[in-house]
């Protein structure tokens, strides 16, 4: 086999043990359907996408710090002070984890990330400050949807008092401004809903008192995804339809236009 292609499949294996790899904060702080490594990463590289007054050149190398930034956790996870590692030894691991990924890719590929991951690490450029801001914010946003998700509100408040501070440029002080705010008042935004309830899986994840499944062991669910589609084939051969979901959602947009 070719060595090159095997370094490649496996370098993207790691990329998906960080889809696996739960972010170490939520699941100490009690938090339900915890995200992980890879969701944090994606949405800062959505961030990076929207940040105005910079450069396509600065937003594309922010997007990649953003996506290589923890890439290391799938290695050594999501190391915190309760690990009762120091941030030097924390800082060897995850060098080491990037070494041994890089080294897996073609050369000129495996310098630009272990590169990229120094940057972020090193804190010396304007990207890569940018960057940190969008970690922090990327937190403190998920926190506010885990309250609204929870039904708890103000449950996570030591992650705000804690992280808000560190926010130095102002792009990202602006963003935060506005997620206080709503914070505060409770009624400028609500999350999305559910969009798993678009489509068959509202019949698979959920009972009929609307309650997730989606802690219930794997053989059951299987089992009634097997059942769901068994008697859905029975019945009829039609597919679920969520034209009036996006009519809908067309129709608030032109009138907040």
Aim: charged share 30%.
């Amino acid at each position: 086999m070719n060595s090159e292609v095997d370094g490649l499949l496996e370098f993207l294996l790691y990329v998906g043990q960080a889809k696996r790899t739960f972010r170490t904060g939520w699941v100490l702080s009690g938090v339900e359907k915890v995200e992980s490594i890879a969701d944090h990463m994606y949405r800062m590289a959505v961030m990076s996408l929207l940040l105005p007054t910079v450069s396509e050149e600065s937003k594309v190398r922010c997007m990649k710090l953003a996506l290589v930034h923890d890439l290391a956790e799938s290695v050594v996870g999501d190391l915190t002070e309760f690990d009762g590692i120091p941030k030097s030894e924390k800082h060897r691991r995850e060098s080491e984890a990037m070494l041994y990924l890089t080294s897996l890719l073609p050369a000129d590929v495996g310098r630009e990330i272990f590169s990229l991951f120094n940057e972020y690490a090193d804190q010396k450029t304007n990207e890569a400050n940018l960057v940190k801001d969008l970690d922090i914010f990327d937190m403190l946003l998920q926190a506010y949807e885990y309250e609204k998700i929870q039904s708890e509100d103000g449950f996570l408040e030591d992650f705000f008092d804690s992280s808000m501070n560190k926010i130095k440029t102002n792009i990202v002080r602006k963003w935060l401004q506005q997620l206080v705010e709503c914070r505060l008042s409770g009624k400028l935004f609500k999350l999305p809903s559910d969009s798993n309830l678009n489509t068959m899986l509202k019949h698979i994840l959920y009972d009929e008192q609307g309650t997730f499944l989606y802690k219930l062991p794997s053989s059951t669910l299987r089992e009634k995804s097997n059942r769901f589609v068994s008697n859905k084939n029975k019945t009829d051969n039609s597919s679920l339809d969520t034209t009036d979901l996006l009519a809908n959602l067309v129709k608030d947009i032109k009138k907040t236009t």
